[in-house]
Nanobody, 125 residues
Framework: QVQLVESGGGSVQAGGSLGLSCAASGIISPSTQMGWFRQAPGKEREGVASISTYNGATAYTDSAKGRFTISQDNAKNTVYLQMNSVQPEDTAIYYC??????????????????WGQGTQVTVSS
């Protein structure tokens, strides 16, 4: 049974930094497409960053480029999202997602089979 557990959310002031972690268990595939998504109140869920556990390829949404970094520690089965220079518009619930058996990266929520419970990130101005 695949489980994804996010941690690291919280409150931070604009311009600050916050790191999120996603611990995965139960994934047997040698390649998994992992993604970080977020959903603000009244808005659709959007892809923030994605990484391939196969070759480390990454993808970012435009608003995250240069500020956020997605990384992985395969030995710990954990994916991270380091968020720097956060802004109030980054406030949302952040979700980790996994698509075992996929070799690429994707910012679309379609195709991701498993989701974490989400962690709240609040950025104050």
């Amino acid at each position: 049974q695949v489980q994804l557990v996010e941690s690291g959310g919280g409150s931070v002031q604009a311009g600050g930094s916050l790191g999120l972690s996603c611990a995965a268990s139960g994934i047997i595939s040698p390649s998994t497409q992992m993604g970080w998504f977020r959903q603000a109140p009244g808005k659709e869920r959007e892809g923030v960053a994605s990484i391939s556990t196969y070759n480390g390829a990454t993808a970012y949404t435009d608003s995250a480029k240069g500020r956020f970094t997605i990384s992985q520690d395969n030995a710990k089965n954990t994916v991270y999202l380091q968020m720097n220079s956060v802004q109030p518009e980054d406030t949302a619930i952040y979700y980790c997602a996994a698509a075992p058996g996929m070799y690429g990266v994707s910012l679309s929520p379609n195709g991701y089979n498993y989701w974490g419970q989400g962690t709240q990130v609040t950025v104050s101005s």
